[in-house]
């Protein structure tokens, strides 16, 4: 057996600084250090791990391991903040890694993120992500949503009619834009590596949606300071069950539904925002025979339920206060 990596302290330099949020992980965590570790042994590698207070173990099991940075938090603040958590103890690197703890690292998947992160403008890569050993494709790669694309997804459907023009549909279903590297508009955000630079300068992910839509609005900003998100096809990622669909929980598509519509209503003006609101209704109608979207319908219809759902508990700011 190869020899385990070594992950470098906080006050070292890190290629690149890895921030995984965990919660309940205690069944991926190993495999995903283990990963880790094998690339530790030719990258200088530090891992921040984020626990929202599992209850299975996860941030026992990470303690075990004394090379790892671990933050123990006595509440779940959802994703954003525990990204934003991990920041806080990143220190000195060249790039950050966000990184869910299901997914499994390819060799050479971390380097080759690297080596794309250095092209003029890139400010963020995205691998490309499979399902299992069979090499079938998680399609990640995701448009700025729209009115248009929101219907043209309420029509067709969100992965049916792979042909139809990037502006009828939020996901690119389209295969060749999986075999070649270009600028996307964002990735479902499992997989991230950020430039540190702009880490910096970009800041805090937003912790309003608890989960679901910060990636959008994360990628928004590296691009508003006028870096693009990279798409890296040979930098290769396992995501067992891929990255949601009709696995989901009724609750997970609620919450995922109802920040699609907050991230729109903060981007756009009220009629622009009402109209989205209406589109993502009747996509919901459409698909009420299915269990999530029928759960959906209500928080659509009656936004005075949004506050039943999960929320960041304790603002970043006063977390971080002095």
């Known amino acids: 057996m190869a020899e385990r990596g070594q992950f470098v302290g906080e006050g070292e330099h890190a290629e690149v600084a890895v921030a995984v949020v965990t919660y309940n992980s205690a069944y991926d965590m190993p495999t995903l250090i283990n990963d880790l570790r094998r690339d530790a042994r030719t990258m200088a590698l530090r891992l921040v791990v984020v626990d929202n207070d599992s209850q299975d173990g996860s941030a026992d099991l990470v303690a075990a391991e004394e090379d790892i940075v671990l933050i123990r938090s006595d509440r779940n603040l959802g994703f954003g903040a525990g990204v934003n958590e991990a920041r806080t103890r990143i220190g000195p690197c060249s790039a950050v890694l966000i990184l869910n703890p299901d997914m499994r690292v390819r060799e050479h998947a971390v380097e080759r993120m690297l080596a794309s992160l250095r092209r003029s403008g890139v400010g963020a890569v995205v691998p490309l992500n499979i399902t299992g050993a069979d090499g079938a494709i998680d399609p990640t790669l995701r448009r700025e949503p729209s009115i248009m ?129 209406a589109v993502v209704l009747l996509s919901a109608v459409i698909r009420s025979h299915r269990r999530p979207h029928r759960g959906s319908l209500r928080f659509i219809i009656n936004r005075d339920r949004w506050r039943d759902l999960p929320a960041a508990p304790v603002p970043v700011e006063q977390r971080q206060a002095p």
Not at 158 to 175: A, I, K, N, Y
Not at 211 to 218: A, F, G, H, P, T
Request: with cysteine; net charge negative.
């Open 149 to 277: 694309r929101a219907l043209g997804d309420a029509i067709g459907g969100g992965r049916r009619f792979p042909c139809r023009p990037g502006w009828l549909s939020e996901t690119d279903m389209r295969p060749d834009s999986y075999t070649r590297e270009h600028a996307v508009d964002w990735a479902t955000g499992s997989v991230m590596l950020i430039r540190a630079d702009v880490d910096e300068s970009v800041g805090n992910w937003t912790e309003e949606f608890f989960m679901y839509s910060e990636e959008i609005d994360y990628c928004r900003r590296i691009r508003e300071q006028g870096h693009l998100v990279w798409f890296d096809p040979t930098a290769v990622f396992e995501h067992p069950g891929g990255g949601g669909g009709s696995g989901r929980s009724t609750a997970l598509a609620t919450l995922q539904t109802v920040n699609r519509i907050r991230y729109v209503e903060g981007r756009h003006g009220k009629a622009y925002a009402t109209v989205f609101r």
